[in-house]
Nanobody
Framework: QVQLVESGGGLVQPGGSLRLSCAAS????????MSWHRQGPGKERELVAG????????TYADSVKGRFTISRDNAKNTVYLQMNSLKPEDTAVYYC????????????WGQGTQVTVSS
């Protein structure tokens, strides 16, 4: 059974930092494109950051460029999202996603972790 388990969320003051982790079981992350998405109150889910299978290519939403860093440790089967200089508008539930392209294409989502940025 495939599971993506996010952790590391919580309450942080503006300007603070958090590091989210996404631990995978039942799949090998090195075979998947991994990404973080978020859904704020009353908003649609959006892509925050993505990383290629070997980690050599990353992509970020304009709103988080220069503040967030996505990384992966294939040996630990885990993906991370380092979030610095957090803003209240970063408040959201953050989800980890795994995509395997090809035939068949496979997609898995984690259950999400809450990040609240507030003073």
């Amino acid at each position: 059974q495939v599971q993506l388990v996010e952790s590391g969320g919580g309450l942080v003051q503006p300007g603070g930092s958090l590091r989210l982790s996404c631990a995978a079981s039942g799949l090998t992350v090195s075979a998947y494109y991994m990404s973080w998405h978020r859904q704020g109150p009353g908003k649609e889910r959006e892509l925050v950051a993505g990383i290629s299978r070997a980690g050599g290519s990353t992509t970020y939403a304009d709103s988080v460029k220069g503040r967030f860093t996505i990384s992966r440790d294939n040996a630990k089967n885990t993906v991370y999202l380092q979030m610095n200089s957090l803003k209240p508008e970063d408040t959201a539930v953050y989800y980890c996603k795994a995509d395997r392209y090809g035939t068949p294409a496979l997609t898995y989502w984690g259950q999400g972790t809450q990040v609240t940025v507030s003073s």
